[in-house]
């Protein structure tokens, strides 16, 4: 159902679960203050890497695209604002693509997907942050460089730790969120 007085925000909770929606907000949460468990500063772009990427992949993997893309965007956006607010804008829009993205492409039921899934969401993560140092915050590409090796550490971290996580996850909530193809 699609509520009638033209809210967009409105549109894209109609029809959701509360429990999708009560997920969506926990794993914000989650994201936020993971994020800000751990932050390595990056000197030559303001930036800081962290650990926030597994539980992004946890959330898209195991919930699905709804969570996963607002725990990714809101999530990171909320720990940019303490400390980075210059950073939170591009990281509601990059993160946010990261969790959607790889819910969308994560079925549920073969670890391929979930590895492409990882893979796509971590492209657009660290392509993402690149564009925006180099370009937009016009930072220089040599900036936005320097950030890369601790982009690449970041989201293969989250790799390793948020697909078997997931998939862990994903056993003991059986078709929830991805429908079985039996």
């Given at each position: 159902?699609?509520?009638?007085?033209?809210?967009?925000?409105?549109?894209?909770?109609?029809?959701r679960t509360t429990l999708e929606i009560s997920l969506a907000?926990?794993?914000?949460?989650?994201?936020?203050?993971?994020?800000?468990?751990?932050?390595?500063?990056?000197?030559?772009?303001?930036?800081?890497?962290?650990?926030?990427?597994?539980?992004?992949?946890?959330?898209?993997?195991?919930?699905?695209?709804?969570?996963?893309?607002?725990?990714?965007?809101?999530?990171?956006?909320?720990?940019d604002m303490i400390g980075y607010p210059v950073f939170a804008?591009?990281?509601?829009?990059?993160?946010?693509?990261?969790?959607?993205?790889?819910?969308?492409?994560?079925?549920?039921?073969?670890?391929?997907?979930?590895?492409?899934?990882?893979?796509?969401?971590?492209?657009?993560?660290?392509?993402?942050?690149?564009?925006?140092?180099?370009?937009?915050?016009?930072?220089?590409?040599?900036?936005?460089?320097?950030?890369?090796?601790?982009?690449?550490?970041?989201?293969?971290?989250?790799?390793?730790?948020?697909?078997?996580?997931?998939?862990?996850?994903?056993?003991?909530?059986?078709g929830i969120f991805f429908k079985s193809k039996s």
């Amino acid at each position: 159902m699609i509520l009638d007085h033209g809210d967009f925000e409105m549109r894209i909770w109609a029809g959701r679960t509360t429990l999708e929606i009560s997920l969506a907000a926990v794993f914000t949460a989650i994201v936020a203050v993971t994020t800000l468990t751990v932050r390595v500063p990056v000197v030559a772009t303001g930036g800081y890497i962290n650990i926030g990427d597994a539980v992004i992949f946890i959330a898209a993997l195991s919930m699905g695209w709804l969570v996963g893309g607002v725990a990714g965007g809101v999530g990171s956006a909320i720990a940019d604002m303490i400390g980075y607010p210059v950073f939170a804008p591009f990281t509601l829009v990059i993160k946010g693509l990261e969790g959607l993205t790889a819910g969308l492409i994560a079925d549920g039921l073969r670890a391929r997907r979930d590895l492409l899934a990882w893979g796509v969401g971590s492209t657009i993560m660290v392509a993402g942050y690149f564009f925006s140092e180099a370009y937009l915050m016009r930072l220089g590409v040599a900036a936005a460089l320097s950030e890369l090796p601790g982009n690449l550490t970041q989201v293969a971290f989250g790799g390793v730790v948020g697909v078997p996580v997931a998939r862990l996850i994903r056993r003991r909530i059986q078709g929830i969120f991805f429908k079985s193809k039996s």
